[in-house]
């Protein structure tokens, strides 16, 4: 072992995740429990019920990443845990069976802010892969998810100036609603982004929100702009208002989860790279659930190529919420020395030390 290894713990919200991570880097285990079936059936979660599967899938998860890495708990260097931001209940799960473990283990307890965890996704190693260049500094880092959008400056390990953020929805929901009302299901995100995929008309423009010179954002008032779109195009084809009541024809549905994708895309591409011409930034680096969007993968390459810039995106199962982001963020923590007592609590709404 050339460096640490942390047993990282993730509930935040909707993935029970357990991970083994060398050195911040290499990933040994990396085991994820998905809710998304369980909240599929509510079109959205339901903090209870997510907290109780958390209860239900964290024992088997911890004892599937431990058997996976072929490792005890006893050796393990630290036990890393999301603290915050997220569902009170759905954190508690991941936090109490942390200090449990480092309790009973005598480890030491790292406390990890989850959106550090999206930022630091981007370090990550997956078991059989060749090493590869680190992020280099000073990068931007994009973290688009379904709780969280925004976008920071680092210049070091640990340290972020924030650019600009969303002003009401994040990426991710908007993408959740807009594919609600598209009659895709939940998470809507990854079905926006195969429904777009098979549009043949890719004219139809949806606004975008500029927030005149700023680095923030706003998704709110596309999202109204889809609805009407999409009412519209109901009316048009005669189906009544309510989108449970029928769906349009799937050319028309691509169509208009490819106008919506656009938008959203296309702002974040350009303010990211607006971003990184100003702050003469050498490095992007993108995170978060929406980061797994393909056309926005495309999008940001292309533009990076451009530049000449060293480009960093985790492939899309480390974009989503893992425990072994938390791994990753954790051991830069731990060699900070940054270390939490058995008072540690939730903070559901803790924001990205800047
Ligand atoms: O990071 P994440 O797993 O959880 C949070 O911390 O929020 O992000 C989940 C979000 C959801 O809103 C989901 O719809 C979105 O990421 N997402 C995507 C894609 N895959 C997941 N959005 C667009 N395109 C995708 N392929
Ligand atoms: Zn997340």
Redesign the pocket.
Known sequence: MSGPLVLAVES????TGVALVEDGRRIHANVVASQVALHAATGGIVPEVAARAHLRWIVPVMDEALSTAGVTLGDVDAVAVTYGP?LAGSLLVGINAAKAVAWAHRKPLVPVN?LEG?VYAGWLLDPGEAEHVAPSFPLVALV?????TFLVEMRDHLTYRLLGQTVDD????A??KV?RLLGLGY????A??RAAEGAVDRDRAFPRAWMGDSYDLSFSGLKTAARRIIGQARADTGLPTDERDGSLPEPIVAELAWGF?DSVVDVLVTKTMRAVDETGARGVLLG???A???E?RARITKEAEARGLALVIPR?GL???NGAMIGAAGARRLEAGVLAGLDLDARPSLPLAT
């Open positions: 935040s919200c909707d993935e997220g989850h999206h688009v998810s379904g709780g969280h994040a990426a991710g929901e993408f959740d594919g998470p809507g995100g990854p926006i982004s994708q978060g659930g929406v797994a969007n393909a926005l899309p974009c989503t919420d």
